[in-house]
């Protein structure tokens, strides 16, 4: 475990339509009026270009908690209490966490969320098992094209819907090509993923050299294919997307 500070992008997904086990929950919780975000933090977010799903642990309890007058964040409880005292809950009394309600993933899986600067403008909520509570904010943006973690899970579950409990419309087997390198083309994930026969998201070994792998030729031989830094280096893009995505109010920087 890394002693350094690791600073996210935290992305806001604003919930367009809640899953039916959702909307029962939260049935006269929320003024009908809030903007409710979900909230996943990335180290990547010139990848958001690429957002096909976002994930969410069945096993995981998450809250939705005050962030204003008008807007709320879908966190896990950990994640809550680190914006707090990040100074990321405003207009609220100092250091007062205020949580709404209490969801477990499994009750928001089917939802929809808008995904700043993705073609798609809206994706499905969707289940991933190897979500760790203790790291970000409990939510993590698919991004197939670019994340190996992200390809073989969606891969999975296209495969076994029926065992996950979800409609297998809900999992984008679209591939955005959004980055491309020298060696690896504009797919580097499921070029990975294939060439090293990683079959199962419970690979771990060698997932975790093919994202080493992706991460490393990602950032420093990769060039940016999609958007408003298209043409560049991933290196020189990586923080003009972040900055872009804080100034249009998508994200929020969180750190731990
Ligand atoms: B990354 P680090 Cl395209 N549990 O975002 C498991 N994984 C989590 C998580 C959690 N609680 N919170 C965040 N993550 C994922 C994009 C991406 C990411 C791409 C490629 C690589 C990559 C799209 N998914 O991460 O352990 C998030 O996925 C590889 C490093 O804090 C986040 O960035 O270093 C990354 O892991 C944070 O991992």
Redesign the pocket.
């Known amino acids: 475990e890394?002693v350094r500070t690791?600073e996210?992008t935290a992305i806001k997904c604003k919930v367009k339509q809640w899953s039916e086990q959702a909307q029962r929950i939260l049935e006269g919780k929320i003024p009908a009026d809030a903007n409710i975000y979900m909230v996943?933090?990335?180290?990547?977010p010139e990848?958001m270009y690429?957002?096909t799903n976002v994930?969410v642990?069945p096993a995981i309890t998450y809250g939705i908690f005050r962030v204003s007058e008008t807007d709320f964040f879908f966190v896990?409880n950990r994640a809550a209490r680190n914006m707090a005292f990040q100074g990321i809950f405003t207009g609220l009394d100092w250091g007062i966490v205020q949580r709404v309600v209490e969801l477990s993933g499994s009750d928001v899986i089917g939802s929809t969320v808008s995904a700043p600067l993705s073609r798609q403008g809206e994706v499905y909520v969707i289940p991933?098992d190897?979500?760790?509570?203790?790291?970000?904010?409990?939510?993590?943006?698919?991004?197939p094209?670019?994340?190996?973690?992200?390809y073989a899970m969606t891969i999975e579950l296209s495969k076994k819907a029926d065992f996950y409990g979800i409609s297998s419309e809900w999992v984008s087997l679209e591939l955005l090509p959004i980055i491309d390198t020298p060696n690896h083309g504009n797919l580097i994930?499921p070029t990975l993923v294939k060439q090293m026969k990683i079959n199962s998201p419970k690979d771990t070994q060698r997932l975790a050299e093919a994202?080493e792998q992706?991460?490393k030729v990602?950032f420093y031989q990769g060039t940016l294919i999609v958007g408003e830094f298209s043409g560049m280096l991933v290196q020189d893009a990586k923080n003009l997307v972040r900055q872009s995505l804080i100034d249009s109010h998508d994200a929020i920087e969180y750190c731990e």
């Open positions: 890394s690791q996210y996943p933090a990335t180290l990547r990848t690429g957002q994930f642990s896990t991933m190897t979500i760790s509570e203790t790291k970000g904010t409990g939510v993590v943006t698919s991004v094209s670019d994340s190996p973690d992200d994930a994202k992706a991460y990602g």
